[in-house]
C-alpha cells in the first residue's frame, strides 16, 4: 500500500511538472498547445538516448550521466518547441494549436520508426535509474523526494517569474496586444519564450517519467495524455500553479481509480471499451469544466 | 509508377478536399480550429457503415435486394440510402453541439481559442463513442470483389474510385453554384468576409453559422463515406485526416473552396509522389512539413496575392 502511495505521488508530481508547463502556455501567456504530449515524449526519449547504456543496435552512445541527460532533454525540447514556435507565433492564434497537433503527430511516428534512435516500437529498456543502488524500497522514496524538490523548485521559480516584471507584460498581453507593442514590447518574443519555457517543462516531465520507470515506448505517449493534461490544467484552473498541481492530483486519482474500476468490473474481452469510457469521461470533464466553471477549482477570477 | 502514384493522388486528394472545404469553412466564418471536424468524417463513415450492416451489405455474397452489387462498382442501393442516413445524423449531431456548446461559449467570450478547446474536447468524446459502439477494428463497407479498370499509363483504378470522383466534382460544382448564385451562398462568403458590416447588412449572422455548419458536414459526411468505400473505416480516421485537412485549408488560402481543393490536390499528390522515395510509414508526417513551409513562407497560403495581410 505504501509502495502504491509512493508510486502514485511520484507520477502525480512528475505530471505536475507537464501541468505547470502548460499553464506557462496557456493560463499565463493564452497559447493553446494541442500537442502536449509530444513535448513530454521528446523529453523522455532524449534522456533515455542520452543515458542509454551503450549497445550494438543503438547509434547514440553517449552514456552521460542522469543530470546531464535531463538537461540535455530540456535542450532538445526547447529546439522542437522552437521550431513550431517560429512558425506561426506571428500568425493567428490558432494556427499554432494546429501546429502543435501536428508535431505531436510526427513525433509519434518518428519515435515508432527511427529504430535506432529510439528502439522502434519497442522503445528503449533499461536506462539507467538514479538511486538504483538503494534497493527497489529505497530507489522509490529516493526519487519521490529528488522529484518533489523539483516540482517545489519549478512551482516557486514560476511564481517568482509571474511577479516580475516579466509576468507583468504577459498578463497585460492577455488583455491587450496592441498596448503592449506600442509601449514596445516585443510581442512576438515574450510569448515565444512563454512557449518555450513551457515546452522545456514538458520536457522535464517526460525525463522525470522516463528515469522513473525506466524505459520509454511509443505505448507510453499516446495522445489521451495531452487531454489528460489539459484536464488536469482546466479542472485546477488555468492561471494558477497551485491550481494545476491540486489538478493534476485530482484528474490523476481519477483517471487511476477508474481505471482500477473498469479493469475489475468489465470482462477481458472488453477491456479496451473500458479505455474508450475513461477517455469519454477526460472529454466531458474537459467540455463541461469550460461551460460551467471556466475558472476551474483555483483559477484567478478574471473579469470577462 | 508515377503515373499510378498521380492518379491516386488525385483519387484521395479529393476526398481531403470534401472535408477540407468544411475546415476552410470554420477557419474563416466561425472563426476558430475545429478539431472534431476529422471526427466528423468518421461520424459520417459508421453512421453509414451502420445502415450497410443492417442491410446485410458487408457480409460476403449478400443477396439483398440493396445489396446486389450494381453493374461494375461494390455496392448495390444500400450505399445512397446509407450517405443520406450518414448526411442526416452529421448535421444533426453538429447542429446539436453548435447549440449546446459553441453557441454559449461564442456568446460568453471574443476568445477564439476557447472554442479550439471545446472542439478538441469534443473530439475526444466524439472518437471514443464511435470507439465504445464499433470496437477497435477497422470495417470495410463491402466483401465484393471488383475488377479494376486498365487506363493506359499502366494506370488501374477501381470504377468505386472513378465514380467517388465524379460524384465529388459534381459536388464541388453545386456548391460553387451555391456560393456565387444563391442568397444563402453570398450571406456565408459576407459573413467570412466581415461579420459586424454583415449583421448592418441585415444578414442574420446565426442563420449563417448555422448553415455553415449544416453544409461542413454534409460534404465531412460525404467525405468520410467515400473513405470508406474506397479505403475502410476506423475509429481513429478522424485524428488521421485532421492534419491533411488543416493544411489543405491553410495551403489554399482560409476561406477559400478552391483553395482548399487545390491545396487537398496538392498534398494528396505530395503524399503518394513523396512515398515512391521515401518509406510509407512516413506518410503522414508529409502534411505537416508542408504546413511548416507554409507557415514560414506563405502564411496566407499559396495562392494569396503577394504583400497582401
Redesign the interface.
Known sequence: MLSYLIFFVTVAAILSIATLGLNLQWGVS?Q?N?GVVGFVAVGGYGLAILTMPASEQLLVRLELPFALGLAGSLVVSALVAL??G???L??????L???T???A??IH??V??LEPLTGGSRGLVGIPRPFDSFGQQDFAAGYLVMVLVLLGLVCAGLQALLHSPWGRVQRALREDETVCAALGKNVVRFRLTAFVLGAMLMGLSGALYAGFVGTTSPSEFL??MT?QI?AMLIVGGSGSNYGAIAGTFVIWGLWTSSGVVIVSVLPPQYQ??GG??Q??L???I??LT??LR?HGLLGPRRA? | MIAQAIVDGFLSGAIVALGAIGVTFSLAILRFANFSHGDLLALGAYSALFVLLMAGSTVPGAAGPLSTPIGPFSFGWALPLAIAFGMLLTVAVSLLLERLVYRRLRRRSADPLTLVFASFGLALVLRNILLLLFGADPYNYTSEIQMAVRLPGPVLVLPDQILVFCVTLVVLALLWVFLQRTRHGMAMRSVAENPVLSSIAGIDIAGTVRLTWIVSATLAALAGVFYGVTVQVRPEMGLNLLLPLFTAAILGGVGSVSGAVLGALLISLCENLFTLVIPTTYKPMIPFVLLLLVLYFRPLGLFAPKGQR
Not at chain 1, 90 to 95: A, E, T, V
Request: avoid cysteine; charge should be positive.
Open positions: 493564452g493553446f494541442a521550431l513550431v517560429l512558425a506561426t506571428r500568425l493567428r492564434s490558432d494556427y494549436a494546429i501546429a497537433f501536428g508535431i503527430t510526427s511516428l518518428l515508432n520508426n495522445p489521451i487531454f489539459w479496451a471499451q474508450a469510457v477517455a469519454i477526460i472529454g466531458l474537459l467540455v469550460l461551460l471556466p470577462a
